[in-house]
């Protein structure tokens, strides 16, 4: 199984500004995956991330908004770009090894 | 358009009895589908899948039923305990490695 760790846990920001979320895999994974879950729903998914590639964002998610890298097999970041209420959610890192594993999620409030 | 979703948002049981969770999927392309569990603070947890060939899989005090005719999933966890608390969503596959996830449902487990 992957254990996966994000950082920060949680943060409360200012519209405007931008946050990004540090996720690290205890393994090498191919596939990775950033969701958002919004208080009381289900999850979204923003985008895969595979290492040496361009991530690919679902509809509704764009690049400029929500920038992610993926420099090797273990680490991946994500941004929340020029923030607004609208983004305070929980993010999620997640990777694909047999089964979907999932980080703890980043809980992110925009005042 | 094709969804999948939960009839019940909120399911409260007491301890010792039996839970069971429903999930009405549309696409009757389906192949693949999940159950997770996600607890207060935490990211999704993979508790059992089965595939479209199956009716019936079982795992430890949960089972998965699985009707194709009316597309309908169900969870039920057997002697129900207060560490079973916790969201439960369904997620389907549709031919790829990518699961889209239900709307959820909180399962209380009264002492």
């Known amino acids: 199984s992957a254990v996966i760790s994000q950082k920060p846990s949680r943060d409360i920001c200012q519209r405007g500004t931008s946050l990004t979320i540090q996720c690290q895999v205890d393994?090498?994974?191919?596939?990775m995956f950033w969701y958002r879950q919004q208080p009381g729903q289900s999850l979204t998914l923003i985008a895969t991330?595979?290492?040496?590639?361009?991530?690919?964002?679902e509809s509704g998610f764009v690049i400029d908004k929500f920038p992610i890298s993926r420099p090797n097999l273990t680490f991946s970041t994500l941004t929340v770009s020029n923030m607004s209420p609208e983004d305070s959610s929980i993010y999620l890192c997640?990777?694909?090894?047999?089964?979907?594993?999932f980080g703890p999620g980043t809980r992110l409030t925009v005042t | 358009g094709e969804s999948v979703g939960l009839h019940l948002p909120t399911l409260s049981v007491q301890e010792g009895d039996n839970s069971i969770i429903n999930c009405a999927y549309s696409?009757?392309?389906?192949?693949?589908f999940i159950w997770y569990k996600q607890e207060s603070g935490k990211g999704p947890q993979f508790i059992i899948d089965?595939?479209?060939?199956?009716d019936k899989r079982q795992g430890q005090r949960v089972t998965v039923l699985l009707n194709k005719t009316v597309k309908h999933l169900s969870l039920q966890i057997a002697a129900t305990q207060p560490g079973d608390s916790a969201v439960y969503f369904c997620?389907?596959?549709?031919?790829?490695?990518?699961?889209?996830f239900g709307r959820g449902t909180s399962l209380i487990v009264h002492p």
């Open positions: 997640s990777v694909l090894e047999g089964e979907q594993y």
């Open positions: 393994s090498q994974v191919t596939m």
């Open positions: 991330a595979n290492q040496g590639s361009e991530a690919t964002y």
């Open positions: 696409n009757s392309a389906s192949d693949y």
């Open positions: 089965i595939r479209s060939n199956m």
């Open positions: 997620a389907e596959n549709r031919g790829s490695y990518i699961p889209t």
